[in-house]
Structure formats: C-alpha cells, structure tokens
C-alpha cells in the first residue's frame, strides 16, 4: 500500500493520532451528514465484513458538512513543504465518524501536486496522489480516533486553498474508497478485517480559523 503525504503521516506512528490528526480541532456535531449501515446492529452501529466481524465505520457515507468543518493551518517542514492546510468535516455523530483532507505544497520538486503553493487542483488522482491525503477516523475513545480509514481511490478537486488565517478552503472529494488501515513505519497496511467504506461525493468549504 503506497505511502502517505509526507510528514503528517510519516510522524503518525512515533507521535499518535490525536497530535498528528489534530482531532480536537474538529467540532464533532456539527454536520448533517449521514452514515448508511445496511448490516448495522440495530442500535445503528458500525457495518459489518463478510465474516460476520464489525466495522467502526459505516458501509457508506452521504455528507453535508454545513458547519460540521473546519480548516486550520499546520507547520511547515522546509525543504519537503513550506504551506499545510488540515480540514476536517463531520461524517456522524452517531457513531462519531469523521473525514480529514491533508494538504502540503510549496516545496518545489518535493511537492510535485502544488511545488510552489497550495491553490485550485483538478481531480487529483488520491491513489497516485504525493501531496494530498483523505482519512476517514472512526472508533473515537474522547478525542481521539482508534480507527483510521485511507483514500486509496478516489479523486480530489480544489477550487481554492488559500494558506493563510481566514483564507478560503473549498472543493470536492469524489467516488472515495476508504480502507481500514494500520501504522506502520512511516506509511500503512491494510488492516486484517478488510473494513472498507465508500463516500461518493463530500464537497467541502470554509475559511481558515486557526494554526
């Protein structure tokens, strides 16, 4: 399984979800989206595999984040990149279930997708994708999220990403595929229970509110 956008995940197994994920920043609650879990218990939990076992996340997923999302700044790490947005969105409350976008850019041959600054992309292919990330974080114990879920298909469309506070963060996601993956090194295996979870539009905007 190919490797994740650059530090933000190369970082995740030595530092943990919570610091590199940056799940409270997200306001949990705020979206109107939707899970759908056809092989749900009925206390509408998570879907399940084929073998019968559970999955954190819902089968499939039809979002409208409304004020359930938001977009801060992270550091930088010159010369890999110098500008990374994190924008989170609200999937469910119900279980809690959230999608996260990472973007870097402005480091020249080290950021092929955005090598001088984050701006507008047409549909950048997720699985060939250097400089961007889509997670799904599931499982949630307070904070921070037990399960992750990676974008191995899927495409991403920005119409703006302005790297500054109150700068404007807006685009789509499309025909997603999410796979439940584990840590390890500086990227991601598959997890063993096959959890896989699909979302075919998310689109996306808000304005920049913090570092």
């Keep these: 399984m190919r490797l994740a956008v650059h530090a933000a995940l190369a970082l995740l197994a030595s530092a943990g979800c919570e610091q590199i994920l940056g799940i409270n920043d997200l306001t949990v609650g705020g979206g109107s989206g939707s899970g759908e879990h056809p ?16 999955c954190s996340a819902a089968s499939s997923y039809t979002p409208s984040f409304g004020a359930g999302q938001q977009a ?68 949630f114990n307070g904070d921070t999220p037990q399960d992750i879920y990676l974008a191995e298909q899927g495409t991403l469309s920005v119409s703006d990403a302005d790297a500054t506070l109150g700068g404007k963060v807006e685009g789509i996601m499309a025909n997603l595929t999410l796979v439940h993956v584990d840590a390890e090194g500086s990227g991601f295996i598959a997890d063993p229970d096959g959890c896989v979870t699909t979302i075919d539009n998310a689109a996306f905007s808000t304005t920049v509110t913090g570092m």
Excluded at 39 to 54: E, I, Y
Aim: net charge negative.
């Design 39 to 54: 092989d749900a218990a009925p206390h509408d939990g998570p879907g399940s595999t084929t073998d019968g076992s559970k």
């Design 72 to 139: 801060i700044l992270e550091g930088s790490d010159p010369p890999q990149f110098t500008q990374r947005i994190q924008w989170n969105g609200t999937l469910s409350t119900s279980p809690t279930a959230a999608l996260q976008l990472e973007m870097v850019g402005g480091g020249d041959t080290n950021t092929p997708d955005w090598p001088t600054m984050l701006g507008p992309i047409g549909e950048l292919d997720l699985h060939n994708a250097i400089d961007a990330v889509v997670l799904l974080l599931a499982n």
